[in-house]
């Protein structure tokens, strides 16, 4: 054999099909959704599993859905019961004979998403910080390939690259990932005596807060409820007050939380991109979340695995306007799927900023309010199924994109006569 060839062999033999950057819900899920089509996957992650991440930790139908065959959930709690209230104020419980959702903690979660990917064959190293990624230049031998660079100048290479790391993702800088609303949350896990654990067994509470746009909830997981709030971002000393006033409502201010933590989640604007060349983004790298609710879990999982599939796809890619075929098709399922139903997050999330109460009214007062929150929770339903088969609600969100368009027009047409200039 020639030296060029057993030089090609090696070449081979040190390329990976896919490389996912985060082992989170959405890497977890790209890897084994690469890993089960029998390709060579490599996760790679900055910290040592298990590890803790600021989240409520609610599973809802969604998120079931979306998991692996044979996944046992570890469940700190299942809820049966929902008390709302409006800032500490009108409170009311509602009650389901059906699971609602569960209750999971992260560390426990991601751990156990990682060992089904491995089980799968996905290979993992932790403990690995990625600095960046390069599709052309010295480092990358030919145009199927790209190169991981880690800190300390290691370099690996791969047919496909997944970017899962996260709200703050290196890799969604090279894919040019762009952010339209970012909001910070606030979450301490709280251990309580055993009568006080008892109290909260099988429900949660959301409260909409005193900013517009914000909410606090709590999470019961045994002896520990995660109590939690949420809010734009820029209102770091209100939100922190906030969580504040919500702990000493709840009774809970003389018990020492073991965790307090802070994130920032980071929803993607509607022209972001979710590709650049060989390499994918999702989950919160992308930037995909609920926008009202900020749930992520459920996004993440389902991102995930069809950035794994596509990834896959990428990889057998022979040359670049395959690999772009193959990524504007990852584009339009993600944007046909939960982009549809971020849009009408969005829309809920501006009538939710003007108008708390009427959520809170509808929710603790009307039966069909009700049962679309149960409906969503459960899985058996989406927002955006919703709207499509409930004219009454597509109505009242066509109504309020409209409103919201023309208060838009106003606004500029005010600061186009004023003379003033717009900051952002």
């Given at each position: 054999m020639s030296s060029e060839n057993s030089s090609a062999d090696d070449d081979v033999q040190r390329v990976w099909d896919v490389v996912v950057v985060g082992a989170g819900?959405?890497?977890?899920?790209?890897?084994?959704?690469?890993?089960?089509?029998?390709?060579?996957?490599?996760?790679?992650?900055?910290?040592?599993?298990?590890r803790y991440k600021t989240c409520g930790g609610g599973i809802i139908g969604p998120s079931r859905d979306s998991l692996p065959p044979g996944f046992e959930l570890p469940f700190r709690d299942r809820v049966h019961a929902v008390t709302f209230s409006h800032n500490g104020r009108f409170t009311r419980t509602r009650r389901s004979r059906q699971m609602l959702f569960?209750?999971?903690?992260?560390?426990?979660?991601?751990?156990?998403?990682?060992?089904?990917a491995q089980k799968a064959g996905a290979q993992l190293r932790?403990?690995?910080?990625?600095?960046?990624?390069?599709?052309?230049?010295?480092?990358?031998p030919d145009r199927r390939t790209v190169a991981v660079v880690l800190q300390g100048g290691e370099t690996l290479l791969a047919r496909a690259v997944v970017g899962a790391d996260g709200s703050a993702?290196?890799?969604?800088?090279?894919?040019?990932?762009?952010?339209?609303?970012?909001?910070?949350?606030?979450?301490?896990?709280?251990?309580?005596?055993?009568?006080?654990?008892?109290?909260?067994?099988?429900?949660?509470?959301?409260?909409?807060?005193?900013?517009?746009?914000?909410?606090?909830w709590v999470f019961p997981k045994g002896d520990t409820l995660t109590v939690g709030v949420i809010s734009a971002r820029g209102e770091g000393a209100a939100t922190k007050r906030y969580l504040e006033d919500f702990v000493a409502r709840l009774g809970l201010a003389g018990f020492e939380p073991s965790i307090s933590s802070g994130h920032l989640t980071r929803c993607r604007a509607d022209d972001s991109p979710l590709s650049r060349g060989r390499v994918l983004v999702c989950g919160d790298a992308a930037g995909l979340l609920e926008p009202?609710?900020?749930?992520?879990?459920?996004?993440?999982?389902?991102?995930g695995r069809l950035a794994g599939e596509?990834?896959?796809?990428?990889?057998?890619?022979?040359?670049?306007?395959?690999?772009?075929?193959?990524?504007?098709?990852?584009?339009?399922?993600i944007k046909a799927g939960l982009g549809v139903e971020m849009g009408v997050g969005k829309s809920m999330l501006a009538l939710f900023e003007r108008r708390p109460g009427l959520f809170h009214a509808a929710l603790t007062g009307l039966r069909p309010a009700w049962k679309a929150f149960m409906d969503i929770t459960r899985g058996a339903t989406s927002l955006g199924e919703l709207v499509?088969?409930?004219?009454?609600a597509q109505r009242a969100l066509t109504a309020l994109d409209n409103r919201r368009a023309a208060s838009a027009a106003g606004a500029a047409d005010a600061s186009g006569t004023s003379g003033g200039e717009v900051s952002s």
């Open positions: 819900p959405a890497g977890a899920s790209a890897a084994y959704a690469a890993a089960v089509a029998g390709r060579r996957v490599l996760v790679l992650e900055k910290a040592e599993l298990p569960g209750l999971i903690n992260r560390p426990e979660f991601d751990q156990q998403l990682v060992e089904h932790t403990g690995v910080t990625v600095q960046r990624v390069e599709q052309h230049g010295s480092s990358v993702s290196r890799i969604g800088a090279h894919v040019g990932v762009k952010l339209d609303q970012v909001d910070l949350g606030l979450e301490a896990e709280i251990p309580v005596p055993e009568t006080v654990a008892e109290d909260w067994k099988g429900r949660v509470l959301i409260d909409w807060g005193p900013m517009p746009g914000s909410y606090g009202w609710t900020r749930e992520g879990i459920s996004f993440a999982l389902r991102s596509w990834a896959v796809r990428i990889a057998e890619a022979h040359d670049a306007v395959d690999a772009r075929r193959q990524a504007l098709n990852y584009a339009f399922a499509r088969t409930r004219p009454i």
